[in-house]
């Protein structure tokens, strides 16, 4: 079994290796780029991850598809920033800042379709259940960025329909990156769908962590403008939790500073910031995601898998969740 570290590099070579010096330039220069600026790579890593469970052999029967994971989340990014007007990604120019809104969309398009070209080079044996995963998966994506918006102009939402929204936005796509290593090496519907569960659990932590950074980290870590969420009137999970918390008076305060315009930007994030202390919001969310991580494993728990196996999927879990950025 391979160390997290070497299946990284593995990613890498991989991701460098794309042919994307293509004509037109203007095309695959932004596809290069995205992918340039790199990124925790989590989902090809956990893919590459899950099938060195149960093989050791690696080649491009996995690791292509591991990389279509990955260029398709970089496609749902190149989009989401449109979407939400964001001007950093990693800490460098989005594409539609770099370039424009229409070389974005196209570019991400083809990031959409290579990954499909990528994904069909798996297992011949496994082909149909993988694709029928993926893109069951991508559709739940695009439904879980629907409701993201839908929740910008929307008063109040509940919590269950918060981890609905992230579920299918962030979750799925975790998931799914877990269940297809698996099914790639062969280990079987029911080990497969435990480590979806398992992966599914992590990704709502995953997000509630991110959520978490973008109002309390720091942008020369995180890699983004801090505040963005606050700006945009995202429903996270530190507003659904503040306005399940808050008395009266303080749900008006929520509301009169939901209502500022991003104009006030700097004003607008220190209030939310200041009423998130108030009600105790990042130490709650803390406990939210040790829950869930502790949840996450717990799927795992009839499998029967060896201290080796474990090991690998703890190292993982920490990876993932007890992260800094």
């Known amino acids: 079994m391979f160390a997290i570290s070497e299946l990284s590099k593995y990613i890498e070579n991989s991701l ?8 037109p330039k203007e095309l695959y220069e932004p596809i290069e780029y995205m992918i340039s600026i790199g990124g925790k790579r989590i989902r090809p890593l956990l893919c590459l991850t899950t099938y060195n469970l149960f093989s050791d052999r690696i080649d491009t029967s996995i690791l292509n598809p591991a990389i279509a994971i990955e260029i398709f989340h970089g496609f749902t990014l190149v989009h989401d920033d449109i979407m939400d007007k964001a ?15 229409n070389v974005a969309i196209l570019s991400g398009d083809v990031m959409s379709i290579k990954a499909y070209e990528l994904l069909a080079q798996c297992p011949k044996e496994v082909l149909p259940q993988v694709l029928e995963l993926f893109s069951r998966t991508a559709v739940q994506v695009c439904e879980g960025q629907q409701y993201d918006m839908n929740f910008e102009t929307i008063p109040v939402i509940t919590m269950d329909e918060y981890l609905k929204m992230i579920g299918l936005k962030t979750g799925v796509l975790i998931a799914c990156s877990a269940k297809m290593g698996a099914l790639i090496a062969g280990a079987g519907e029911k080990m497969a769908q435990a480590l ?14 991110d959520d978490l ?5 720091q942008t020369n870590v995180f ?28 749900r008006e305060e929520i509301q009169r500073i939901l209502a500022m315009p991003m104009e006030k930007g700097e004003e607008k994030i220190d209030a939310m910031k200041q009423m998130y202390n108030t009600l105790g919001i990042k130490e709650a969310a803390e406990v939210a995601i040790n829950e869930l991580y502790g949840q996450a494993l717990g799927k795992l728990k009839d499998l029967n ?9 703890e190292a993982f879990s920490n990876k993932l969740v007890k992260r800094i950025k």
């Open 16 to 23: 460098v290796n794309l042919n994307l010096r293509q004509e």
């Open 87 to 101: 001007d950093l990604r990693r800490g460098q120019l989005t594409v539609y800042q770099k370039w424009d809104s």
């Open 196 to 209: 979806y569960d398992w992966a599914y659990t992590l990704g709502i932590a995953f997000q509630i962590q």
């Open 213 to 217: 950074f973008d109002t309390f980290g």
């Open 223 to 250: 890699g983004k403008k801090i505040g963005g969420d606050i700006l945009n009137n995202k429903k996270t999970w530190l507003l659904v939790e503040s306005l399940k918390r808050a008395n009266t008076e303080q």
């Open 305 to 313: 898998l060896s201290p080796n196996q474990m090991e690998q999927i």
